[in-house]
């Protein structure tokens, strides 16, 4: 079932989709009903998809084998989750600059076989990389504290506060970040992964299709679907997710269109 907003854009003409996965695509480790189904479809109407998490610990390979295993057939290029973006903005504007990165192992050895200079010790860090980390503690506080100050760049990988699982949400980047925010007495000076302009920006690259064509498929008004009309794209809410049906009711982000799952997906564009 969808039901479509009050400012709801015309949505027959649509060829690009972002679509995001935790909580869109998937919940956990088990595929939502209907939506390979549903990216099926699409790519028989000719739409081209890209998937767009901002799960900061798995890298586009990573995802092309997990979502093969649901019976979804993605291509790395069709893959931007905030590992890359994150990627991406350190070889863009902190190239060979020693960083030390607060996150997962994961994340760690994906931008080390980027090139990006690591190092263990945060006060010989230019910049500061903040993520999920699931060994986050006081230590890490203490260390980000005794190494950032105000010449060193610190950025976030996403704002994801919280993470949707098969047993509830679970604490995300946001967290993590807010944490060591508070702690140095000052925010980030960019936090990536969606709702920003770098993931837009790559996005729409990935998809190669103008925004006004697009539509932003996700569960969360404050990072998928502001992503979508920072950017001039439109805008569906799934309600398997972080977001409910009342959230969209209170949000400045006003949904194109809210989806009971991506399942709905196809009709919609019809």
Partial sequence: MSTASDSERALDDIRGVVVDLDGTVYRGDGVLPGAAEAVATLRERGVAVCF?????????VEYVDR???????????????ASTVTRDYLRDHHPDEPTHLLGSESLAEYLRDSGQHLVDDPRAASVFVASWDERFDYG????????????TTFLGTDPDRTIPTADGLVPGSGAVIGAVARTVGREPDRV????????????????????????????????????????????????????????????????DAVLDSLADLPALLE
């Fill in 192 to 255: 990536l992964g969606k709702p920003s302009p770098e993931a837009a920006e790559d996005a729409l690259a990935r998809l190669g299709v103008p925004a006004e064509d697009c539509l932003v498929v996700g569960d969360r008004l404050d990072t998928d679907l502001r992503m979508g009309a920072d950017h001039g794209m439109a805008t569906a809410l799934v309600l398997t997710g972080v977001s409910a049906r009342t959230d969209a009711a209170e949000s400045d982000v006003d949904p």
């Fill in 140 to 151: 890490d506080m203490s260390e980000a504290l005794a190494g950032v100050d105000e010449e």
């Fill in 52 to 60: 767009c998490s901002n799960n900061p610990t798995k890298t586009p």
């Fill in 67 to 81: 979502l093969g295993g649901m019976g979804i057939e993605a291509d790395e290029s069709e893959i931007l989750p």
